[in-house]
């Protein structure tokens, strides 16, 4: 279920209200060849018996709770957890325990105790594998949710090797990739360079005999492979990577780093975990070594230490927030969840909380957990969800 849990989750939770449509069966039979314990999965959807004792179990949401009931269910054993298919499979009983929730809800009616207020928040979504490329040639090619990787060499392929229908030219050096919110997708260069994209992301790559060059804005964490240049009767000389992001240019060689620069925010962020990056505006430069986060504001540029697996959480498939401002907070989880948050008291804003969940996770789960600090409660309305004090 790792490579599109949230159009399946969608089509499951239409089954006991309508018929299928030829497209949602085609996704459903791929989806039951992409593992056999899918059959079992669909099984239990099927069982209104098996909804109802979930709808029991979930009341408080508890996805943890959520992935033993289900691993029973299919009787899959208990070493699993420990296996690279337990990683593969329990983002999808996030899903499964969100799925079961938005079904037993509508099919069973309103649980006791339950508002009106929590079933809209409930039937909320996380993100997903959705990105949208366009060649140079202005071809658009909306990229596959059932695949999760693109790969751009002589022809353009997922990383299966399925490859990508309607693209025939073998040229790359110049193309735009796209995510939306609630959107993210990994991909790997013409130069054999790997980008992971999170969500309202956009990148637009160039390539010539003399430079790699990049234009983003969003978030991206890169993986830069070293080139030389092509150059013939002279010795070969390293080909840059730059990444131009906001008010800063990051020169790269070879080396592994996350940017963070999204239209609106005053900050820019690049965060290096591997090799070496100079950091340039109009007024100065730094030069990082691994561990160490560039803060760009304006023209000025500051250096700090931080922990490498809180910035790169996104890119692990969780929300991992270490002291950090509700504001920041809610416009990451805004963007995954493609819902807006309005904090309606200016000091709330400042508000520092400490949050780790899986992004594959309900929202109201992560709003509960926040409210449970007594500080802020929230309110839902036409897809925007207002903040405000306890």
Sequence with gaps: MAKYPQHIAKILSAVHFREWTTEEKLWIDAWLAEDGHNQAVLDAVLRKKELSKDLDLLSAFDTNQAWEKHKSL????????????????????????????????AFFGIRPGKTVQEQPIAAIQPGGDQ?????????????????????????????????????????FSSFEISTPRGGQYRMTLPDGSKVWLNA????????????????????AYFEVSHQLKKTKGKESEAKPFRVRAGKQEIAVLGTHF?????????????????????ISTEKEKVVLVPGE??????????????????????????????????????????????VDFIIEKEYLKNEKFEVM???????????????????????YEDRKIYVSEK
């Design 74 to 105: 299919i009787n899959m054993p208990s070493s699993v957890d420990n296996s690279h298919n337990a990683f593969r499979w329990k983002p999808f009983f996030y899903m499964a325990a969100s799925l079961v929730v938005v079904i037993g809800v």
């Design 131 to 171: 990105a949208t490329l366009k060649l140079a040639d202005g071809t658009v090619v909306p990229l596959s949710a059932g695949e999760d990787g693109l790969l751009m060499n002589n022809g353009l392929t997922y990383e299966d090797g399925v490859a990508v229908e309607g693209v025939k030219k073998s040229d």
């Design 200 to 219: 309202a992301t956009k990148l637009a790559y160039q390539e010539d005999k003399e430079v790699r060059h990049i234009d983003m804005e969003g978030e």
């Design 258 to 278: 996350n940017v963070k620069s999204y239209k609106g925010e005053q900050r820019n962020y690049t965060t290096l975990f591997e090799g070496s990056v100079r």
């Design 293 to 338: 986060q560039s803060v760009v504001e304006g023209a000025s540029i500051k250096k700090a230490v931080v922990d490498p697996s809180t910035v790169l959480a996104w890119k692990e498939g969780n929300f991992v927030f270490n002291s950090e401002r509700l504001d920041e907070i809610l416009l990451q989880v805004g963007r995954w969840y493609d």
């Design 357 to 379: 969940l899986p992004r594959f996770g309900q929202l109201k789960e992560l709003l509960e957990l926040l409210q449970k600090t007594e500080k802020i409660k929230f309110r």
